[in-house]
């Protein structure tokens, strides 16, 4: 597998704002994959979506994909201060197992 | 359902002294296992993952090692450790023949080397 790259490094806004954050990989995938990181916690799994798709919803979370840009984006809307965390994409382009994960866009909700 | 178990949480020690790690994993049989370190602020680096008892890959050369001597159990060991060796250290599992490589993870150990 590759390493996404995240962008941007942080993001800070007030709460009830919507967050956009954006990966971009460089080599095709069958599927990639949002992770949420709280502070001093475990990565968590948030959604994935596979390369035959364009758009999947969960909750108040958006991820759209973009094969031909190789860029996914991650929308949180209306966020709250919960949402508070590190952010990952993991781009999975084979049946390894393995899965890359970048420096993470790190955001903060200002209640 | 899959639990995984990461101990301890936090743990102090000087340098040259020996690390042992533990992770087990519940729910489920012949895990993909994984360990990764995060330095402070920093993206996840994958030091060793396994598909199986006894198979181990190092993803990076360094001063730890890895073994799986039971199905759903993953260590990682030092025999000295270093300063450089400090960081939070994470435990995962997944499974790449279930199609998606979701991977689920522990609650992370801090390592302080002093």
């Known amino acids: 597998s590759q390493q996404g790259e995240e962008d941007p490094q942080a993001l800070s806004i007030q709460e009830g704002e919507n967050a956009t954050m954006n990966c971009s990989y460089k080599?095709?995938?069958?599927?990639l994959q949002w992770y949420r990181q709280n502070s001093g916690r475990g990565l968590v799994h948030l959604i994935l979506?596979?390369?035959?798709?364009r758009e999947k919803h969960s909750g108040r979370l958006r991820v759209t994909l973009d094969t031909s840009k190789k860029s996914s984006s991650l929308l949180i809307t209306a966020s709250r201060a919960a949402d508070t965390a590190s952010y990952f994409c993991?781009?999975?382009?084979?049946?390894?197992?393995?899965?890359?994960f970048g420096q993470g866009t790190t955001l903060q909700v200002k209640p | 359902s899959q639990t995984i178990h990461q101990w301890p949480a936090t743990l102090v020690q000087p340098v040259g002294s020996p690390l042992s790690l533990e992770c087990t994993v519940e729910?489920?049989?012949?895990?993909?296992l994984y360990w990764y370190r995060q330095a402070a602020g920093r993206g996840l680096q994958l030091l060793f993952y396994?598909?199986?008892?006894?198979?181990i890959s190092s993803e990076v050369p360094q001063n730890l090692s890895a073994s799986r001597p039971q199905d759903r159990q993953f260590i990682l060991s030092s025999k000295k450790l270093l300063l450089s060796d400090s960081g939070f250290y994470l435990c995962?599992?997944?499974?790449?023949?279930?199609?998606?490589?979701?991977?689920?993870f522990g609650a992370g150990t801090r390592l302080s080397v002093l």
């Open positions: 995962a599992w997944g499974g790449a023949g279930r199609g998606s490589n979701i991977q689920y």
């Open positions: 080599t095709s995938i069958n599927n």
């Open positions: 979506i596979r390369s035959n798709e």
């Open positions: 993991a781009p999975n382009s084979g049946n390894t197992g393995k899965l890359i």
């Open positions: 729910g489920t049989s012949n895990p993909n």
């Open positions: 396994s598909v199986g008892i006894g198979q």
